[in-house]
């Protein structure tokens, strides 16, 4: 007599998902897991943090690749791409498609990321209910098309504005100015990041900014798009309007104001939503133990009223990172194969890493050396015309909050005291001299110290894999899995790789 096998269904097919399928292909391949997929897009799992890259031809699609559907059919993966789930039967426990079929399941998990969310400006749609394309010239850039019309954007030099002060916002606007492009940055709010980092970091990251080309236009409240005819007739952007001021031109307008947890089959299905679908420690929903959410969609948060753990918990930690690991846990609870509860993710750390900027940030960043915060103590250094800033925040003596800008080695310092829950030392100056010219790099080498955070991977396995021959960061990412998340670590790769091949 052979046991049944375990069916599984996904419902989505990004990058959390691919880590999730991955983890559980021996226990396909074995026969213990029926697994299903489904992908509202027609392509594979894709690294969607670096479809900026794409668009301005720093990598490939093939190198953003992160699963293969082929390869995943040959091993006894059912895979539905370009499928869109129209609701869940929780009682029936089924899945209904679009195309009219249902799909069983034993235990379901939602793995549905988040949508962008689109501004309620004149001339777009708002409606994340509504499947309404964007105008010709205007994209959210999250996907490979969203990637294309900024590589024709940056091949013609054309002119791009990017409304919103995110992080992946900033991210994209370096990387296109750096490629040729004309980019301007218009934001609400008097500066950048302002959910991670204060007003003087913010204003430094500004100077920044400008100082590597790109136009920054604070303080804006953009009211719609203005519409013109193109080389063809058809309509496309030309202008972002503003409430006051005048119109700011540009050829291509990217949508960087946050995103938008995918919660509408969950919610429909009945089950308990907030700013994701609501799940325990277990990654299960709320009241149904054979359904579960993981990555951008899903929100930790048990009925424990008095759960410490949960108690800060204001939404999904929206990185790949806590994402891939919830992923891994998950796939190893579903198949019986581990015990351990889920860790907690401690605070994440913001970083913004391009050519000229370098930004770091986590934790207590908002109070200033003199305001009366209860045991809070607060050291900051500014030297605004070197675009230098620092700022580091204890409690007893322990890091619990920090900004870095224009100071790398420092900040990757203060992110590893940050991580490790240190004491910072009594002289806060000598982390300053990090980035001094008289600095000793060989004596702050830690080589069990992480280099790359979404994946855990520490420099001592970055360099046994360069001893083992792998000479190009492709070849440590393939090894290693470094540098396959956030992409902001690859210059630190790089820079391992160099060392291990440099002449003695």
Not at 89 to 118: I, M, N
Not at 283 to 306: E, K, T
Request: with cysteine; charged share 20%; net charge negative.
């Amino acid at each position: 007599m052979t046991n049944t096998p375990l069916h599984i269904v996904v419902v989505g097919y990004g990058p959390v998902a691919a880590r999730f399928v991955d983890q559980l292909l021996p226990a396909v391949r074995s026969g213990a897991v029926a697994l299903t997929v489904i992908g509202e897009e027609s392509a594979a799992a894709y690294n969607r943090v670096l479809v900026a890259d794409l668009g301005v031809g720093r990598t490939t699609a093939a190198a953003i690749a992160l699963s293969d559907a082929a390869e995943l059919v040959a091993a006894g993966v059912n895979v539905h791409l370009g499928t869109r789930v129209l609701r869940l039967d929780r009682a029936r426990q089924q899945v209904r498609l679009a195309d009219g079929t249902s799909l069983r399941y034993s235990k379901l998990v939602f793995a549905t990321g988040a949508r962008p969310v689109v501004p309620p400006l004149h001339g777009l749609n708002p409606d994340p209910a509504a499947r309404v394309a964007l105008p010709r010239g205007v994209t959210a850039l999250r996907d490979l098309a969203d990637a294309a019309q900024l590589s024709d954007a940056v091949d013609r030099k054309a002119k791009v504005v990017v409304l919103g002060g995110g992080i992946l916002g900033l991210e994209a606007a370096l990387a296109a100015q750096d490629e040729g492009a004309s980019v301007t940055v218009v934001h609400h709010g008097t500066h950048a990041l302002a959910r991670s980092i204060d007003a003087g970091a913010g204003h430094t990251l500004a100077a920044a900014l400008r100082s590597s080309g790109i136009t920054v236009i604070s303080n804006a409240r953009s009211v719609g798009v203005q519409l013109s005819p193109g080389h063809d007739g058809e309509l496309r952007f030309s202008a972002l309007l503003q409430e006051s001021g005048a119109p700011v031109e540009g050829d291509l307008l990217v949508l960087s104001c946050g995103v938008r947890p995918r919660v509408e089959v969950a919610a429909g299905a009945g089950l308990a939503t907030d700013r994701g679908i609501l799940v325990d420690h277990r990654l299960a929903a709320l009241h149904d133990p054979n359904v579960f959410a993981m990555g951008d969609c899903a929100q930790v948060r048990c009925l424990d009223s008095d759960c410490a753990d949960c108690a800060a918990s204001d939404g999904p930690l929206g990185l790949i990172g806590p994402g891939w690991r919830q992923a891994e846990w998950l796939a190893d609870f579903l198949t019986g194969s581990l015990a351990v509860p889920l860790p907690a993710e401690r605070a994440p750390v913001m970083m913004l890493k391009a050519r000229g900027v370098d930004v770091a940030a986590a934790g207590e960043v908002q109070a200033g050396p003199f305001d009366p915060v209860p045991g809070l103590s607060v050291s900051q250094w500014a030297d605004p015309e070197h675009g230098k800033y620092v700022k580091m925040s204890t409690r007893d003596g322990v890091l619990a909050g920090f900004i870095s800008v224009g100071m790398p080695r420092t900040g990757a310092e203060l992110t590893l005291l940050f991580e490790r829950g240190s004491e910072l030392p009594a002289d806060r100056s000598a982390l300053l001299r990090l980035d001094g010219p008289d600095r000793d790099t060989a004596a702050t080498a830690d080589p069990a110290r992480t280099v790359c955070r979404c994946a855990g991977v520490a420099e001592e396995t970055i360099t046994a894999a360069a001893a083992r021959g792998c000479s190009t960061v492709a070849e440590v990412s393939a090894v290693t899995r470094a540098g396959t998340g956030c992409g902001g670590c690859h210059g630190e790769l790089k820079e391992l790789i160099e060392k291990h091949f440099a002449p003695a």
